[in-house]
């Protein structure tokens, strides 16, 4: 078993060898990547609180990033909410998509951030958080499992942006700023992003280029991505990672995660989607009833 010393170093092992990985430097190229001001600074008390488990180091402070595409006009922008064409479905899907990629998943128990940035100063590894636990219900800090760094999460976000706009149905809004500059930007990635998974046979877009479950295999349709995150409709589309969630890795990053239906993503469970085990699960299972 780790302590939260070597767990930390082990985790941010993996945020510099995604620094070096060819996906990060390919969606590098893409968006433009500028700073857009500070977001996750933790609050003096929640530092002093977070600070009693054993061993808390609070980590730098970070920002958001301009995920528009590199040498845009105007001014910069950390979502591409423009380039969705405004009806109450589209803006829902994209801020969903803002959620998933900028917010932790929203949940009730001490010491977790409800919804707090990705890149709060403060995350607490398994055994901090249970320390943590003891001095009753506070929101002092997230899990070190959910944290990435502004810049990794708008590689994730402009991942998501390419499963929004692949979805059937989805409409652009031809007359916003850097149209066809955020159009190829989309393209290129699409391209990079289903090159990437149809070689390890895991294809995410079907023979159409359309959005599918990553697991069960069904288009995705737009009314799947307005629903709310806690809903119990089997076709709503989650985060669905890629390797499940851990405090010894970063999985928010670009080719983190896929977009998953809450059916396909329970029948995932907490296995590799792209290890066989699970799909030999199925077989066996399968194969006593056809
Ligand atoms: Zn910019």
Redesign the pocket.
């Known amino acids: 078993m780790m302590n939260s010393v070597q767990q930390n170093l082990t985790f941010d092992k993996s945020l510099r060898q995604y620094e070096i990985s060819t996906s990060y430097c390919h969606v590098n190229k893409l968006i433009?990547?500028?700073t857009l001001g500070i977001v996750g600074k933790s609050k003096a008390t929640d530092t002093l609180m977070a600070g009693r488990a054993t061993d808390f180091v609070e980590r730098p402070l970070d920002s958001k990033y301009?995920c528009?595409p590199d040498g845009?006009d105007g001014k910069?922008?950390g979502n591409l909410a423009e380039f969705c064409a405004a009806n109450p479905l589209q803006k829902k899907a994209h801020q969903k998509i803002m959620t998933m990629n900028f917010q932790t998943p929203g949940n009730d128990y001490a010491p977790n951030k409800n919804r707090g940035c990705r890149n709060f100063q403060n995350a607490l590894t398994p055994s901090q958080a249970k320390e943590i636990r003891h001095f009753g219900k506070t929101s002092c800090a997230i899990p070190l499992s959910e944290y990435s760094p502004g810049l990794f999460q708008a590689h994730s976000f402009l991942d998501w942006m390419v499963y929004l706009s692949s979805t059937e149905n989805f409409k652009y809004n031809t007359t916003c700023s850097n149209f066809e500059s955020i159009l190829f930007m989309l393209e290129q990635h699409k391209s990079y992003i289903r090159a990437h998974f149809d070689r390890l046979n895991r294809p995410v877009f079907d023979t159409e280029g359309f959005t599918i479950c990553a697991v069960v295999g069904n288009r995705v349709e737009m009314e799947d991505w307005n629903v709310s995150p806690c809903s119990s409709k089997s076709k709503s589309i989650q985060f669905g990672h890629v390797r499940a969630r851990s405090p010894d890795y970063c999985s928010v990053l670009s080719l983190g995660a896929v977009a998953m239906s809450r059916r396909g993503n329970l029948i995932l469970g907490v296995h590799d989607f792209l290890g066989d085990e699970w799909v030999i699960e199925l077989k066996n299972i399968s194969s006593r009833f056809l």
Request: charged share 10%.
């Open positions: 433009c990547g500028k301009c528009l845009h910069c922008a």
